[in-house]
């Protein structure tokens, strides 16, 4: 199973995200889901990098992805950091919908 759990501070904006495990319908390598789960975080990550100039912080292992986002961003870079994320967030959300039993979502706001 796959769990995405995404954080969000009080404004709503998504201030780091994880993804744990495998969903394991197909061997390593053909397993079009965790590829397209895999896609989504890591492109989300080279997108803050590459596109927006932010500096995440995160971390790539085996079954776990993890990112944060840095704390000091001003209007701009907060609004075009939450509109990438909320679009991987709606990626993710599509493959729940078609797999449902291997894609667990938790979205909640942290103080």
């Given at each position: 199973?796959?769990?995405?759990?995404?954080?969000?501070?009080p404004q709503n904006d998504i201030v780091r995200y994880a993804v744990r495990g495998h969903s394991n319908i197909a061997p390593?390598?053909?397993?079009?889901?965790?590829?397209?789960?895999?896609?989504?975080?890591?492109?989300?990550?080279?997108?803050?990098?590459?596109?927006?100039?932010?500096?995440?912080?995160?971390?790539?292992?085996?079954?776990?992805?993890?990112?944060?986002?840095?704390?000091?961003?001003?209007?701009?870079?907060?609004?075009?950091?939450?509109?990438?994320?909320?679009?991987?967030?709606?990626?993710?959300?599509?493959?729940?919908?078609?797999?449902?039993?291997?894609?667990?979502?938790?979205?909640?706001?942290?103080?």
């Open positions: 199973m796959i769990n995405v759990k995404v954080w969000r501070n390593m390598g053909k397993d079009i889901v965790c590829a397209a789960v895999s896609v989504l975080a890591q492109t989300s990550i080279i997108g803050l990098y590459e596109v927006l100039g932010q500096r995440p912080r995160y971390s790539i292992e085996d079954g776990l992805l993890e990112c944060t986002i840095i704390e000091d961003l001003n209007e701009t870079q907060r609004r075009e950091a939450t509109l990438l994320l909320e679009t991987m967030l709606l990626g993710f959300q599509n493959i729940q919908q078609q797999y449902p039993d291997i894609i667990v979502i938790d979205d909640e706001e942290v103080s």
